[in-house]
């Protein structure tokens, strides 16, 4: 038999394959290992030509990795998209906790760096402002903000923006119950869009501070963008847990990362 979640949740079997918030995320951290900051350049550079197409990546996403690969400069082929509008998607949300994390002594610089990802790829203000909301909420759980708090500081970080709005709306409801009504008011990200998953996923984080299978759970019964939600939420909350916080069970059932995640 296999094991469940709380409910009626089956876990899947061995190994769990791991998508393009993975394979991007791990890109991000080997370029904060080597530099210690954000270099727009060599991160275009890192994330186009380590994009498989069989890792669930978007049309917009595999369209500006084949462009940056044709050797189109990163800051055209991304501000092209979307008829000149830039991409206002979750991508550059869901790959950005680790880097919260990695700055998490000063939360300004936390959201200053996030930006700079999140614009190699996001050039809408929305796409943008989602990578800085999550860093945010990664850096303040880090440094072991509490949970009823968690929302408030991310909103006094964070500019204006359409997410901003769904983070406020989020930051109303912590005291909700049911994960689907939640999302049914947030978004679940089934639109793919920063303003349709960061407020839920910040939500779950906030509501699930010490308990990383219950916020993963919570984001897999909402349906929608699951793996980008997931991702989002579960790497705020693994940001205040540490590893201990994940089950080792679901650490040894993961698929391996990727070999050159590991160098230098």
Known sequence: MRPRLEGDLVLPPAPWRWTDDT??????????????RVDQDQLALAFALRW????????????????????????????????????SGNGAAMRVAPLGAFFADDPDLAARQAALSAEVTHQHPE?????????LAAAHAA???????????????????????GVARAARLL???????VADELGNG?????????????????????????AIEAC????????SMCAIAGGVVAAHTGVAGIPPE???SREPLPEWSQSP
């Open 220 to 227: 897999v019964r909402a349906g929608g963008d699951v793996d």
């Open 127 to 135: 796409g943008v402002a989602g990578a800085v909301a999550v860093a």
């Open 250 to 252: 679901w650490i040894g």
């Open 52 to 87: 498989s197409a069989d890792r669930g990546y978007g049309r917009g996403a595999v369209s500006l990795m084949s462009s940056i690969r044709d050797g189109v400069p990163w800051r055209t082929a991304a501000g092209a998209l979307f008829s000149g509008c830039g991409s």
């Open 190 to 214: 089934s639109h793919a869009l920063a303003q349709d998953t960061v407020p839920y996923a910040l939500w779950v984080a906030a509501t699930r501070f010490d308990d990383y299978p219950a």
């Open 175 to 181: 005291t909700a119950t049911d994960p689907c009504e």
């Open 143 to 165: 440094r072991h903000a509490e949970p009823g708090t968690l929302l408030r500081l991310v909103l006094n970080q964070l500019p204006p923006s359409d997410v901003r709005d």
């Open 23 to 36: 394979e991007m995320a791990c890109s991000l951290v080997q370029a904060l290992r080597r530099d210690g």
